[in-house]
């Protein structure tokens, strides 16, 4: 079975990630691995919403953030296509961490277009109203960018329960997903 990843609804964060051209799909959104010279830099997160402890996984205008406790979290289960660029969370001059800015390596073309029901605008997948999987081309891969959509995060059961227990992590089956409530 497979789970769509998101932040938790009910915390709302304000960041956007210090880059000087991070364009309308970020480069951590985007599924590739970055170069090293760009990997190594230490990243800045400016955040807008003032906490005492931030969650282990939230969004941000240019891609996600996670704790070392989320990262750990994926290593023991074994997963290991993702990178996290160290980050610097900044928050009315204050500085918190260890965050990282949390990129998934990899996309795969697994929508079953045949059962999924979506909106198309110029050629692209513009709204999934009801997600259906094409589990004959996933391969046995646990943590992936949908390739056609690729800001939806879908993970396998034991990558759940790996993660379940963090702050800030929410899933729903992949099955019937529906992109309703980002919009």
């Known amino acids: 079975m497979h789970y769509i990843l998101e932040p938790d609804p009910e915390i709302e964060i304000v960041a956007g990630i210090e880059e000087p051209d991070a364009g309308l799909l970020p480069k951590y959104m985007q599924g590739i691995k970055l170069p090293l010279d760009e ?4 990243k800045r997160v400016i955040v807008e919403t003032s906490m005492d402890k931030y969650p282990d996984y939230f969004m941000t205008l240019h891609g996600p953030v996670v704790s070392r406790q989320f990262i750990d979290a994926l290593q023991r289960s074994g997963v290991d296509n993702f990178d996290g660029y160290h980050a610097q969370l900044v928050c009315q001059d204050a500085e918190f961490g ?13 929508i079953d277009h045949g ?3 979506y909106t198309l605008y110029k050629q692209q997948i513009a ?21 056609e959509v690729p800001a939806v995060l879908v993970v396998t059961q034991d990558v759940r329960d ?6 800030g992590v929410v ?13």
């Open 39 to 42: 990997a190594a830099t230490v």
């Open 98 to 110: 260890p965050h990282f800015i949390w990129n998934v390596v990899g996309r795969i073309a697994c």
């Open 115 to 117: 059962r999924a029901e």
């Open 127 to 147: 709204r999934i109203q009801s997600l259906a999987i094409d589990e004959s081309r996933i391969h046995g891969v646990r943590l992936f960018r949908l390739d």
């Open 162 to 167: 790996a993660l379940a227990s963090l702050n």
């Open 171 to 183: 899933f729903a089956e992949a099955e019937g997903w529906s992109d309703d409530h980002w919009f």
